[in-house]
């Protein structure tokens, strides 16, 4: 029979090192508390301060409604619950297709959503 004297650590090196990729990454996204997504620019100023509901449209045609995930129907159901007059914020990735932003926007004018903002950085 084999006696163990030590115990061998680089299993145990590997997880952690895995683990802590994990953290960093999710950690960055924490951070910034939004969907991160690569805005175009625009002359004018946002409007800051002011509570509404985010909705992301990112670069690879994910549709995030208030940091979840959701499709086009769904987003459709969600918004349905949701009052004319709330402020709506529509942020696309520069690089998404134009289609899904004008699906998104037709969402939005079909269900008489008037007060929309798209946020786009200076």
Known sequence: MKKFDSINVVP????MLVLLAIV??????IAK?????????AQTKNIKNIKSIDISIKENGDIYFEKEKVSKNILAQKMLNIPKTKPISLRCDK???IKLFVSVMEI????NFN???IVTKE
């Open 12 to 15: 145990f090196i590997d997880i």
């Open 24 to 29: 960093l990454t999710t950690s960055t996204f």
């Open 33 to 41: 508390g939004i969907i991160p997504v690569n805005l175009p620019k």
């Open 95 to 97: 690089n998404a297709k």
């Open 108 to 111: 939005l004018n079909n269900l």
């Open 115 to 117: 007060n929309v903002a």
